[in-house]
């Protein structure tokens, strides 16, 4: 699967799962992001625009946590 399908895969369970744990752990991964409680729209918005810079490891592992 290209880069381009992963990221928008995981987007989605991002935004479908924002209360789940694996959600919370993207979004600290990829944004640094350990204090807010939830995940809010403004994190999604945040998420879409940092996580298309991230390395191919980290696309590829947060990937295959999803699945």
Do not use: W
Not at 4 to 29: F, G, M
Not at 38 to 67: S, V, W
Request: proline share 3%; net charge neutral.
């Amino acid at each position: 699967m290209d880069r381009k399908q992963q990221i928008k895969e995981i987007l989605y369970y991002v935004d479908n799962h924002r209360d789940s744990h694996l959600s919370r752990n993207v979004c600290a991964r990829i944004l640094g992001e350990t204090e807010r409680p939830t995940i809010d729209d403004e994190m999604i918005r945040e998420l879409k625009i940092k996580l298309p810079n991230a390395k191919q490891e980290e696309i590829k592992a947060i990937f295959n946590a999803i699945h």
